[in-house]
T-cell receptor, first 112, second 114 residues
Framework: DTGVSQNPRHKITKRGQNVTFRCDPI?????LYWYRQTLGQGPEFLTY????????KSRLLSDRFSAERPKGSFSTLEIQRTEQGDSAMYLC??????????FGPGTRLTVL | GDSVTQMEGPVTLSEEAFLTINCTYT??????LFWYVQYPGEGLQLLLK?????DKGSNKGFEATYRKETTSFHLEKGSVQVSDSAVYFC?????????????FGRGTSLIVHP
């Protein structure tokens, strides 16, 4: 089982507020990824972890974004001082043997 | 850097028609290739994969062959159903020996009419 759960599924917030999303893998996988997806586009890489170590972070990622994976299992993605341009679907995924990605259902963020 | 190019959609077909969605790639190493499917309101699901040249990935009636000479990984299905309506993403990952950051195409929307 390579399932991933994400919470919340939907988040509506006002501009300037902070939001935090959580990703919980059902099975153990060393690599955990965060992506952002906007309408009509493919997933855009944000960052990934090898166990608890954050190995790579997109250069496009603002300093307002931070992610953690404290015990190498679940992960959180926080966005500080949200902007309307942050409205998107945020996807968590686990990397398999050939780095195939097993995605969660995503968290849809709407910034008003 | 690596890149994936997919045919633009939407692709509109009648039920039981033959489907081809073209995908070509550029990569510095020897990537694994993937097709993912995304149904409305859901996350992406792995549809099939091929990990080396001439491999054929298949699942749920869909097939794709890893063609190194043409750097292509076209998705095919012999007879589509209304339930196949979704967005399809081609992707690659270099994996071990290269970058662990996957590269995705922009997606191709498929609409199947009864």
């Amino acid at each position: 089982d390579t399932g991933v759960s994400q919470n919340p599924r939907h988040k509506i917030t006002k501009r300037g507020q902070n939001v935090t999303f959580r990703c919980d893998p059902i099975s153990e996988h060393n690599r955990l990824y965060w992506y952002r997806q906007t309408l009509g586009q493919g997933p855009e890489f944000l960052t990934y972890f090898q166990n608890e170590a954050q190995l790579e972070k997109s250069r496009l990622l603002s300093d307002r974004f931070s992610a953690e994976r404290p015990k190498g299992s679940f992960s959180t993605l926080e966005i500080q001082r949200t902007e309307q341009g942050d409205s998107a679907m945020y996807l968590c995924a686990l990397g398999g043997l050939y780095n195939e990605q097993f995605f969660g259902p995503g968290t849809r963020l709407t910034v008003l | 850097g690596d890149s994936v190019t997919q045919m633009e959609g939407p692709v509109t077909l009648s039920e039981e028609a033959f489907l081809t969605i073209n995908c070509t790639y550029t990569a510095t190493g020897y990537p694994s290739l993937f097709w993912y499917v995304q149904y409305p309101g859901e996350g992406l699901q792995l549809l099939l994969k091929a990990t080396k040249a001439d491999d054929k990935g298949s699942n749920k009636g869909f097939e794709a062959t890893y063609r190194k000479e043409t750097t292509s990984f076209h998705l095919e299905k012999g007879s589509v159903q209304v339930s196949d309506s979704a967005v399809y993403f081609c992707a690659l990952s270099e994996g071990s020996g290269g970058s662990y950051i996957p590269t995705f195409g922009r997606g191709t929307s498929l609409i199947v009419h009864p």
